[in-house]
Every structure is written in structure tokens, then in C-alpha cells.
């Protein structure tokens, strides 16, 4: 499953993903954190035609788990095993060597092959791991100049600043925008949750805990509260 590319292909291939980018955090050097929404569900619907546009009812398959779990193989595996010669972008998967580091940053979408053809899309949305402590993913050296990030501008729909508690701010770091803020937002849009597994064997498994904690989350602090 892990492709024997080489560095060069490995940065064209992130290169090529970038354009699936569905929404992410940039950390600033100034210590702001801006929320990234990018216009790939938009361009995504563009594959319809426009007067069939109206009746779309598109539905949401999140896929979130451990850094290395293989959240992006299976999702490669579903759009390639089912269309082998399709001309959709499929997600990259990690190298080897790169270990436990975190491959694809943010979240990214993907069309699915089947359902294109219908008025009920499926989307594949691949979660930036968890657990991946403060590493950053190594699609990050494709898209840095002097230490600081350089996504497609033209991708970008809208930046905002991210604004919590201080208490809160102080330990927002990338693994706690993961766990918090992205896997928040896709338990709230999405039709179906995939929590990906690497070790089935304990007795009370941690994903169970975390998909009980994202729905409360989610149900609690979705509205802002009254003063």
C-alpha cells in the first residue's frame, strides 16, 4: 500500500493534492490561527452540469483515526478499486520512511467514482491523524518558503481568525486543533463517521470514547452559548 516513490514524485504528488484541500488551520508567526476554507466542495460540484446543480443532495463520509492508521489508503483503495482508470484525484499516501509523521495536513475531499453519475454524490473527507503530536505532516516541506506555509492562494475562499480562551489558546497546537476543532466539524457535517483502527485488541477502545466525546462536543458547543 505504501508507494515506492521517489522525493520528486513524492513532492508532485502533494503538489497535485493541494487542490483538494477542503479546510484547515494556518498557525501565523505573529502566534495567530487562521481557519482556511478552501473552494474544493465548491469546484467539486462544478462537475455537474449547471442545470443539474439545483437538485444535488451530496452526502459526507469523514474518515478519522491515528496518524499511520491508513485513513488515506482505504480511500485511494475505494475510488481506485471501483473506477481503476479514473482521472480523480486520489489521496497521497505516505512513504516508509516518513514513520509515524503525519502525510497530508488539514482535511481534503474526494470524489467518489460511482456516485458521480447520480444526484447523490459521495464525498470522501480525509482527516489530518491524531495523535501525531506537534510533527508537522511532510506535505508541509512541499509548500514552505523560509518556515512559513504557501498553499495555492487561488484555492483559498475566506481566512478566519480563530479565537478561544486564553486557557484554551495556550495549548491550541496541532494536535489539539485535530482532535478538537476538525474532527468537531466533521462529526457535525457529516453523514457517516470511519474511525480507522490499528489495534483492535483493547477492551474498551479509545476511538469508541473519542466518537462519544465528538458527539457531545458537537451537540454542546455547535450554537454559541447565551451570556
Known amino acids: 500500500m505504501r508507494p515506492q516513490w521517489s522525493d520528486e514524485k513524492f513532492r508532485e504528488a502533494h503538489e497535485k493534492d493541494s487542490w483538494t484541500t477542503w479546510f484547515g488551520v494556518s498557525f501565523e508567526e505573529n502566534g495567530e490561527k487562521l481557519l482556511r ?18 437538485d444535488l443532495c451530496p ?12 485513513k488515506s489508503s482505504i480511500i485511494a483503495l475505494l475510488i481506485k478499486i471501483l473506477e481503476q482508470d479514473t482521472v480523480l484525484e486520489v489521496p497521497v499516501v505516505g512513504l516508509s520512511k516518513h514513520g509515524q509523521r503525519p502525510t497530508s495536513g488539514d482535511v481534503h475531499l ?4 460511482v456516485s458521480i453519475t447520480g444526484s447523490h454524490p459521495i464525498l470522501y473527507a480525509d482527516c489530518e491523524g491524531m495523535n501525531g503530536g506537534n510533527r508537522e505532516p511532510t506535505s508541509r516541506s512541499v509548500f514552505s518558503r523560509n518556515g512559513k506555509e504557501n498553499l495555492p492562494t487561488k484555492a483559498i475562499r475566506y481566512m478566519k ?67
Not at 169 to 175: K, L, P, T
Open 37 to 54: 476554507n478552501c473552494d474544493c466542495f465548491e469546484q467539486l460540484m462544478f462537475e455537474w452540469e449547471p442545470p443539474k446543480r439545483a
Open 110 to 113: 474526494y470524489l467518489d467514482p
Open 161 to 227: 481568525k480563530l479565537v478561544w480562551g486564553p486557557e484554551v489558546m495556550s495549548q491550541a497546537d496541532r494536535e489539539f486543533i485535530v482532535l478538537n476543532l476538525y474532527s468537531r466539524i466533521l462529526y457535525t457535517f457529516s453523514d457517516v463517521v470511519v474511525f480507522v483502527l490499528t489495534n483492535t485488541s483493547q477492551e474498551t477502545p479509545l476511538p469508541v470514547l473519542i466518537l462519544l466525546s465528538m458527539a457531545l462536543t458537537s451537540l454542546v458547543e455547535r450554537l454559541n452559548p447565551l451570556s
Open 59 to 70: 452526502s459526507i463520509v469523514s474518515f478519522v483515526g491515528e496518524t499511520g492508521a491508513g
